[in-house]
């Protein structure tokens, strides 16, 4: 039996981020849904503290 070697994450995800990307954006139309997120940051406020928890490409 041949074993597989498994790509690291950072490979995993690099090779996919683009698809991935392209899937939200423009099969899902949730360029949307991002732009009303944003718009609930505030302006003019630099030193705001946001969390994100990792959830796809972070666009």
Known sequence: ???KKLESMSEFFDSRAG???YH???????MVFYD???KQ???GRPNIKLLDL???TGL
Not at 24 to 30: N, P, R, V
């Open 1 to 3: 039996m041949t074993e």
């Open 54 to 56: 990792g959830c796809g």
């Open 19 to 21: 698809e991935y990307d």
């Open 24 to 30: 939200m954006i423009e099969e899902l139309d949730l």
């Open 36 to 38: 009303e997120i944003a």
């Open 41 to 43: 940051i505030p302006d």
